[in-house]
């Protein structure tokens, strides 16, 4: 049993057109034989949403030469990449590594699909580009498990500005089209938030569905109803306190996905930055300790014993299960290797180097360089169940979804200025919530503080195909429940030392493993219904049934837990394979060095020692601006 995930438009997938206009920068390669050097100051393994942060700000110093590895394709040419109404549409397709966990006890054994962006930008490049902060209780939560302030929320503002600039929709170029009959847009945003001033562009949605209103509506009044009620109403949640409903902020900008390509690296490379290559559909095979470096110095330097990496080789293609030899290249890192491929890759790359558990490694035949238990420990992610319903509307996305050839005026518009529906993604508002305190009683909090949520409750205007497909008729909509503050945690393990980082390691995330994500989720499914039984939904019987029953509950409690085990998946934001912090055992230290190694940092989603309550893609921004700071500092940089 695997669910399956269905490509909303089959017509646009394969095609692919030049959208952004961007010449072919000259440092951009895709053979290794081609890069002009053998050794950089630094490496950085992954052009992903981390990757290319640190790439760009690290090559502002024109002292420093700097080369990155990505093993996917560009992202110029790839049209769904840059659509934000595609924006499910890239999973399964050319620019995902097409991962999948193993099969999940509590899900009937199903396996569920782990998308992780396989181009440029990485996963930034191919995620549903909401834009949600998290709570200052989060950082400040970091600063506490790592035992530095610096990474506290009040220390991070300054990156926070430094990664994003929030382009208020007034201000865009953008209209609603005025063929559309649904409500006019009532985004907010807290005026008093800083609008920053970085790469990364932000924008509300501009094109109002019949949803909005609805849920904007039911917060207000069950707020109003019961002003201790946990459903709140928010007009900003990215301030600090992250809880309420509200408008989604999104990574769009003039009409198209803002991207760590398109906002950081293409920008880099196009202004003739010298001292930055990139060197694409090229994997990173693993970490060497060049040979002319002596293990044992023969000073008394503490660390002389301290493997040293500082060479990375790489192959791009592989024969059989073993990449041959002939086919591998090795480039040094005169100051340091940054580790930038994700909280999959990170960690593969990882035990592939020797660097790991050592019973694991050994097992595998793999030379134990470095006795890291904690590498591929700590793996979680939000479980996520998809909730469709019938619906008494005509409006949905559902006819748009089933008939390509209504999707090709709204495309023509989009390539000629951006406008219509498709700079939108599909879904606009959703909402945070804590659990109720009985639930906490007498356990410990899995939230990071008393201002950061559990559950979060999204909505999309149309039947999302990700665990069933779209049936033939009607019209619907979808109600997404997460656990933001699970317990379960599972575990990243190699499959094999064959074929290397191509071959797909056993990815658990030991969903709903703690009983205490089973109750949070039947929490959840409880406050879906009393959220759709409140009157912005029951009148003119809006919401008519579950899909494929007869009721507008999903039953009794335990037809609840049935129903989670046939459709859970996750919100596709692992974490934690590398968690940082200040014990021994943990794999980084606060400055993101992996420890018991020199030469190496990791700067990415593995390093997160807990899972971040919101859509972790600004998070890992943030992180990525403060290590590129830590970085410079350390090498006293410009
Ligand atoms: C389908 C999907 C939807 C999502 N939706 C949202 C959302 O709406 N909002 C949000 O905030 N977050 C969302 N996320 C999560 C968010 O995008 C990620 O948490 C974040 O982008 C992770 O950044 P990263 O730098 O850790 O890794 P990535 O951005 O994945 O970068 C890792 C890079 O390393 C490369 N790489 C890996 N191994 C190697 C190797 N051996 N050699 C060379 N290159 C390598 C990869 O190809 C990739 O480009 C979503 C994620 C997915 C997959
Ligand atoms: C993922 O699957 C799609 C569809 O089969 C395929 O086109 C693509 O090449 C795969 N991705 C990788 C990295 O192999
Ligand atoms: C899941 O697989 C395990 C191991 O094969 C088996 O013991 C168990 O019964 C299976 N569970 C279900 C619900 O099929
Ligand atoms: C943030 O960006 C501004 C403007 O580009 C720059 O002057 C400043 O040095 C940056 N700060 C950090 C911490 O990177
Ligand atoms: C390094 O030092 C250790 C302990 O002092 C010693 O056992 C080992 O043989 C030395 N290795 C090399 C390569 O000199
Ligand atoms: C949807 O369209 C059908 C067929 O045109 C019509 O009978 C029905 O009343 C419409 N429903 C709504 C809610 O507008
Ligand atoms: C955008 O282009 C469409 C045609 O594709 C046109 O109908 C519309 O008026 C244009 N809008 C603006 C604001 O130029
Ligand atoms: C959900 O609601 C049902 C009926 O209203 C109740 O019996 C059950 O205890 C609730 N479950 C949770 C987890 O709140
Ligand atoms: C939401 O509330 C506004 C303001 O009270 C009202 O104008 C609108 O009709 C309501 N919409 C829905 C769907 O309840
Ligand atoms: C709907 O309800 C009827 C009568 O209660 C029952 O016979 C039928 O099987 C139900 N259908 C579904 C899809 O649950």
Avoid at 306 to 316: D, L, S
Avoid at 392 to 411: C, G, I, M, V
Avoid at 425 to 437: A, E, K
Avoid at 601 to 628: G, I, K, M, N, W
Wanted: charged content about 20%; hydrophobic content about 35%.
């Amino acid at each position: 049993m695997k669910s399956s995930s269905l490509p909303m438009f089959h017509a646009w997938f394969l095609t692919t057109i030049l959208v952004s206009g961007l010449a072919q920068s000259t440092s951009l390669y895709t053979d290794p034989r081609d890069v002009p050097m053998k050794e950089y100051d630094f490496i950085v393994v992954g052009a992903g949403t981390a990757g290319n942060v640190i790439a760009t700000r690290l090559s502002e110093d024109p002292t420093k030469s700097v080369l990155v590895i990505e093993t996917g394709i560009d992202d110029t040419d790839v049209l769904p990449v840059h659509v934000p109404f595609f924006g499910f549409n890239n999973e399964g397709s050319i620019v995902d590594w097409n991962f999948t966990t193993v099969p999940q006890k509590e899900l009937n054994n199903r396996t569920i699909s782990v998308p992780r962006g396989f181009v440029l930008g990485g996963s930034s490049s191919i995620n549903l580009m909401i834009w949600t902060r998290g709570s200052r209780d989060l950082w400040d939560h970091y600063a506490k498990v790592t035992g530095d302030s610096s990474w506290s929320w009040d220390a991070l503002e300054k990156y926070w500005d430094n990664a994003s600039t929030y382009l208020d929709s007034t201000i865009s170029t953008l209209v609603p089209p005025t063929s559309n009959p649904a409500i006019p847009p009532t985004p907010r945003s807290d005026p008093t938030l800083s609008n920053g001033n970085g790469p990364v562009l932000v924008t509300r949605p501009n094109f109002p569905t019949e949803l909005d209103d609805k849920v904007i509506n039911a917060s207000m009044l069950l707020q109003q109803k019961n002003p201790h009620s946990r459903f709140k109403d928010t007009v900003d949640m990215n301030t600090g306190g992250s809880i309420g409903f509200g408008y989604n902020k999104e990574t769009t900008g003039h009409g198209e996905r803002s991207s760590s390509a398109t906002a950081y690296l293409h920008p880099a490379l196009n202004s003739q930055r010298r001292n930055l290559n990139v060197l694409i559909q090229t994997r990173a095979m693993r970490l060497l300790q060049s040979t002319n470096t002596p293990s044992n110095s023969t000073t008394s330097n503490d660390h002389s014993s301290v493997p040293h990496f500082n060479q990375v080789e790489v192959a791009q293609s592989i024969d059989g299960l073993w990449v041959s030899a002939g086919l591998r290249f090795k480039f040094s890192a005169r100051s340091e290797i940054i580790l930038c491929s994700g909280a999959i890759g990170t960690p593969q790359l990882l035990l592939l180097s020797g660097v790991g558990p050592k019973d694991e490694l050994k097992e595998l035949g793999i030379d134990v360089v470095a006795d890291r238990p904690a590498v591929g420990k700590n793996l979680c992610d939000h479980p996520m169940l998809l909730t469709m319903y019938n619906v008494n509307s005509n409006q949905t996305f559902d006819d748009l979804t089933r008939n390509p050839a209504l999707q090709e005026p709204l495309l023509e518009q989009w390539q000629s200025n951006r406008t219509g529906l498709f700079p939108n993604t599909p879904s606009s508002v959703l909402g945070f919530m804590r659990l109720p305190d009985d639930q906490l009683k007498g356990v410990q909090d899995s939230a990071s503080g008393p201002h950061a949520p559990h559950l979060e409750m999204l909505f999309a205007d149309g039947f999302l195909p990700l665990t069933e497909p779209l049936p033939a008729n009607g019209h619907f909509i979808t109600v997404l429940n997460a656990i933001v503050a699970p317990k379960s945690v599972g575990s990243l393990i190699l499959a094999s030392a064959h074929g290397g980082m191509f071959t797909h390691p056993f990815i658990d995330y030991n969903i709903y493993a703690d009983p205490f994500d089973i109750q949070a989720m039947l929490q959840a499914i409880n406050d879906t219904e009393t959220f759709l039984s409140t009157a912005p939904w029951t009148r003119d019987n809006f919401i008519i049934s579950v899909a494929g029953r007869n009721s507008t509950s999903i039953g009794t409690k335990e037809e609840k837990l049935a129903f989670m085990k046939d459709n859970t998946i996750t919100v596709f934001h692992p974490i934690g394979t590398a968690r940082m912090g200040s014990k021994e055992e943990d794999v980084t230290d606060s400055r993101l060095l992996v420890q018991g190694l020199k030469g190496v940092r990791v700067v990415d989603a593995s390093v997160f020692p807990t899972l971040p309550e919101c859509h972790p893609q600004a998070v890992v921004y943030t992180l990525a601006e403060r290590a590129a700071d830590i970085i410079k500092e350390n090498h006293r940089m410009l």
